[in-house]
């Protein structure tokens, strides 16, 4: 089911900011609040925007714009630009593109953070939000108004894994002139390119996959020229700045991300096909499986089903609850994409602001489990949580 993903691994391992005089081969980070003028006139130029002399790492550093070349380079956008984390690259679009009176349409199922985003924050500066059904993207057209300005998604979805049509709603997005902004951190640049589908913006949380490790923070948006000029423009006066040295992390990580995704998504496909023959499982989410919804939907715009597995442990919450105790392998932990598997438990962390009728009507069920496949043995993934189930 994997595809190669051609030159553009090459790209990301070759593609580093000029060498020093130095000539190290492993470009280093550049950790400096500051850069220096040989003169008044070249600093004035720089402040003047007549050069590209770098003045202040809050406007832009040599690590930090090597990371987001090299993420719009994967896929294949005209521009990026990196920020603090994940929740900056997706708030900052938002804050920076629409306007008071504005309004967003929106995929019901989103990551709680965003969901907070768009309900509470761009509500109070007076942007109207309409959320809309993954499951069904033929209703959303009817959900547009003379003031829609943007319309914005994640798929796979988060946890549910519900897949979106990303040609449909690019469709509509061009036929109502919206601005088209994709949530592609599930997928990575490696298994799915949302600008092929007609999305004008994507973004990434750099902390999950990109990074690998469960080491930093960080959030990339890349896109339209045009677009992420406006979204520059906010961040250099608002400060979500990205650490040089977590930038540098970061492009590291890229050199390897490739080769890592191919192994999360060979182990998570094998643990969901092990799990939907286990007997304490209600049932089991993966993209990759025949049995998923929109299983045919995801051979289309992905070239792999991704690391992300959920299930429905019988027994709902306590169940739930007792299996996250019995682990003795996986870890416990709020994040994903790490190279050591992890599971969580939605409905009780990264859902758990989200009122309750909402979690419900996404499929945020209480017995639900997401589990972030790791590199590790898949033999040794499959019988800690086969145990764990039989606890």
């Known amino acids: 089911m994997f595809e190669e993903f051609g030159s553009r691994q090459t790209k990301a391992i070759r593609t580093q900011v000029e060498r020093s005089g130095k000539r190290e081969h ?25 050069n590209d002399d770098y003045i202040y790492s809050r406007y832009g550093n040599p690590s930090v714009d090597e990371f987001a070349e090299k993420m719009a380079m994967m896929e294949g956008a ?64 009817k959900e547009i108004k003379p003031n829609t300005k943007m319309v914005f998604l994640e798929t796979p979805t988060n946890p549910q894994l519900e897949i979106i049509d990303l040609e449909k709603v690019g469709q509509i997005a061009k036929k109502h002139n919206l601005l088209y ?19 004008d913006l994507v973004t990434h949380s750099a902390t999950k996959w990109i990074d690998g490790q469960g080491r930093v923070l ?7 020229k045009e677009l992420i000029h406006e979204v520059y423009l906010f961040c250099r006066n608002f400060g979500p700045t990205l650490s040089p040295f977590n930038a540098w992390v970061l492009s590291k990580s890229l050199e390897t991300l490739e080769l890592r995704m191919e192994r999360h998504c060979s182990n998570a496909l094998k ?7 286990n007997p304490h499982v209600e049932k089991v989410i993966y993209p990759g499986l025949p049995s998923h919804p929109q299983y045919e939907i995801a051979k289309k715009q992905m070239r792999a089903g991704g690391g992300i597995v959920a299930f429905e442990a019988k027994g709902g919450v306590e169940a739930g609850r ?15 994409g790490d190279s050591r598997s992890i599971a969580s438990h939605p409905a009780s962390t990264t859902h758990s602001k989200v009122p309750e009728d909402i979690r419900l009507a996404t499929g945020i069920t209480p017995g639900l489990i997401r589990i972030s496949v790791g590199l590790e043995f898949i033999d040794d993934i499959i019988g800690d949580i086969e145990q764990a189930l039989n606890k």
């Open 26 to 50: 492993s470009v280093p980070v550049y950790l400096s609040s500051s850069f220096t003028f040989p003169d008044a006139e070249e600093m004035r130029a720089a402040f003047a925007d007549e």
């Open 78 to 141: 005209e521009a990026g630009f990196a920020v603090a984390s994940g929740m900056a690259a997706i708030a900052a679009p938002m804050f920076a593109l629409l306007k008071a009176g504005d309004h967003i349409l929106c995929s019901s199922s989103i990551f709680g953070g965003t969901t907070t985003v768009v309900t509470k924050f761009l509500e109070k500066f007076n942007v109207e939000h309409t959320m809309v059904p993954a499951g069904n993207v033929d209703v959303w057209e």
């Open 181 to 199: 902004f994709v949530d592609n951190c599930f997928a990575t640049p490696i298994l799915q390119n949302p600008i092929e589908f007609g999305a």
């Open 218 to 224: 960080g959030g990339v948006v890349v896109g339209k």
């Open 271 to 277: 643990l969901a096909q092990a799990l939907e023959k």
């Open 322 to 336: 007792k299996f996250m105790d019995s682990l003795q392998i996986l870890s416990l932990t709020p994040n994903l």
